[in-house]
């Protein structure tokens, strides 16, 4: 999911809309220090909290994977900590999703690479 950052109106020469949209998702830097509106940035926040934090089933990530989870829950965690701007005031609205989320971060944090296994050839004379 995304959000709406701002329109840039443009008009062709004929007079016909030629708008121009500016997105922003969490991966993008400084999304956490956008101020908080409770109109806009809600369902953004708690789409993307509930989406970290669902029970998922077992299934085998990749090392590449693991570690680009885990670099998003340092990220998440490292935001909550330090107060950024956009999560002041959603968790005064919403106070249990912060639990939640510094959870999530510290269950991801701790969860290990698996090591890749190397399979030896068999040799020819066998």
């Not at 510094?102 to 296994?117: G, Q, V």
Request: overall charge positive; some cysteine.
């Amino acid at each position: 999911m995304s959000l709406l950052v701002r329109v840039l109106k443009k008009r062709t020469a004929r007079g016909k809309s030629n708008n121009r949209y500016v997105f922003t998702d969490f991966c993008s830097p400084g999304v956490f220090d956008i101020p908080y509106d409770s109109a806009v940035h809600k369902s953004f926040v708690l789409n993307e909290i509930r989406f970290h934090t669902r029970v998922k089933g077992h299934s085998r990530k990749s090392n590449s994977a693991i570690a680009y989870e885990k670099n998003e829950a340092r990220r998440w965690q490292n935001a909550i900590r330090r107060q950024a701007p956009l999560f002041i005031g959603f968790f005064a609205e919403e106070p249990k999703w912060r639990d939640k989320m510094l959870s999530w971060c510290k269950k991801t944090l701790a969860r290990r690479h698996t090591k890749r296994i190397e399979v030896q050839p068999r040799s020819a004379a066998n």
